[in-house]
């Protein structure tokens, strides 16, 4: 069983950077294909991004796309979520999950197809 934990979150003016991490122990993490995700209050759960277990596959919804970029160490066991540019509607709880997957450039996109995921990083976007 893997367990992830994220980091990295915290108070961001409008048109700043944060940068993510999610760490993960308990196993190797490139035998999972991994996604970041956000929850704000009174919303559903969204996919933001998704990348395959060697990083050479990646998939973004569009409002992410030009803004946020994900990639991954697997000698380090660590994911992470560059985000640029950000607005007040970023604001969120942003959580990393993980699924081990057969195939090496397969991305996950549902939610319900992750097993793994961390406890979650505020991320809070000042105007």
């Known amino acids: 069983q893997v367990r992830l934990v994220e980091s990295g979150g915290g108070l961001a003016q409008a048109g700043g950077s944060l940068k993510l991490s999610c760490v993960a122990s308990?196993?190797?993490?490139?035998?999972?294909?991994m996604g970041w995700f956000r929850h704000a209050p009174g919303k559903e759960r969204q996919l933001i991004c998704a990348?395959?277990?060697?990083?050479?596959?990646?998939y973004y919804r569009d409002f992410a796309k030009g803004r946020f970029t994900i990639s991954r160490d697997n000698a380090k066991n660590t994911m992470y979520l560059q985000m640029n540019n950000l607005k007040p509607e970023d604001t969120a709880v942003y959580s990393c999950a993980a699924e081990p997957t057969p195939i090496d450039r397969m991305v996950v996109v549902p939610a319900a197809n992750y097993d793994y995921w961390g406890q979650g990083t505020q991320v809070t976007v000042s105007s």
């Open positions: 308990g196993r190797t993490l490139s035998h999972y294909a």
């Open positions: 990348i395959s277990r060697s990083g050479d596959r990646t």
